[in-house]
């Protein structure tokens, strides 16, 4: 958003995000099921018990962890929904999603249920938080921002580069060419660092293609989220590969699989979708 000016309507991104969901879960499961034949056998819900825990009765706890689930959706869409005139509207339109959550972060310190209380924030910062992932994350946005400045040149050079190609092109090849320029540079390249390459640079080529910029800007982000080939791709990825339960021959034979999947649902079902929903 701050990189190409651009406005993102919640309730879009959310439809977009659902639907996006959906299809790739169902898209998962019968290519899992088919294609890959994964044996899931260990996972027989009849055998796999949550710590002991009665899974069919939700405890006061988990019933209030949903309600509050609930109010923070709810929060977060009402701005986009309902008109600014009226005063909570207005009160979390001006602090922001980062307010929303910082308020329900503190609500919920101060909350207390069954006598206790219903968050201990010290063992939640100490134990609930990946660090390594923070600081990696936090290292990973201010490289961001060195690369696409102005004094490293790279996006004139990518301009440049494929400008020719994406000019001559039509709105759907334009389309085609910049997602599978995304979904591959995404798993090589950190992928925070891709979109915020990327999406400068295409948005001068979106308006003159006449495609519809915030769509454009959530696909790409969609497929930059796919990066999981290589352990340099995503802090996600890094994980992956430093986990031993996960074999890296099964790393590099899925994932390029679970790629050309998200490509081909993009491409064939969320690029019409998306001129629906995002208008």
């Known amino acids: 958003k701050e990189m190409a000016s651009i406005f993102i309507d919640p309730v879009a991104y959310t439809i977009y995000s659902f639907l996006f969901g959906m299809i790739a879960l169902i898209c998962y499961t019968l ?100 660090w390594d992932v923070v600081f990696l994350l936090s290292t990973a946005l201010v490289m961001s921002k060195a690369l696409i400045s102005a004094g490293t040149g790279i996006q004139p050079f990518l301009a440049q580069l494929f400008g020719p190609l994406l000019m001559s092109s039509g709105p759907i090849f334009f389309v085609a060419i910049a997602f599978a320029l995304g979904l591959i540079a995404t798993n090589f390249i950190n992928n925070m660092v891709v979109t915020l390459l990327l999406l400068p640079i295409m948005a001068v080529f979106t308006a003159q293609q006449g495609v519809n910029l915030a769509f454009f800007a959530v696909a790409l982000t969609y497929l930059s989220g796919m990066a999981l080939l290589t352990p340099a791709a995503s802090p996600v990825a890094a994980i992956l590969y430093g986990n031993e339960w996960v074999p890296k021959s099964a790393i590099l034979k899925l994932v390029p699989i679970i790629m050309l999947m998200y490509y081909l649902i993009t491409m064939i079902i969320m690029v019409p979708l998306g001129k629906i929903i995002f208008g």
């Open 31 to 130: 290519v899992g099921k088919y294609l890959l034949r994964l044996d899931v056998s260990k996972y027989d819900s009849t055998k796999f018990k949550m710590g002991g825990i009665d899974e069919k009765k939700l405890t006061n706890r988990q019933k209030l962890v949903c309600v509050l689930l609930l109010i923070l959706v709810i929060s977060m869409l009402a701005p986009s929904i309902l008109p600014s005139s009226i005063g909570i509207i207005a009160l979390l339109n001006d602090i922001g999603l980062t307010g929303i959550v910082a308020l329900m972060i503190g609500f919920m310190v101060f909350l207390r249920i069954d006598g206790k209380s219903f968050i201990n924030y010290r063992k939640v910062f100490a134990d609930g938080v990946i």
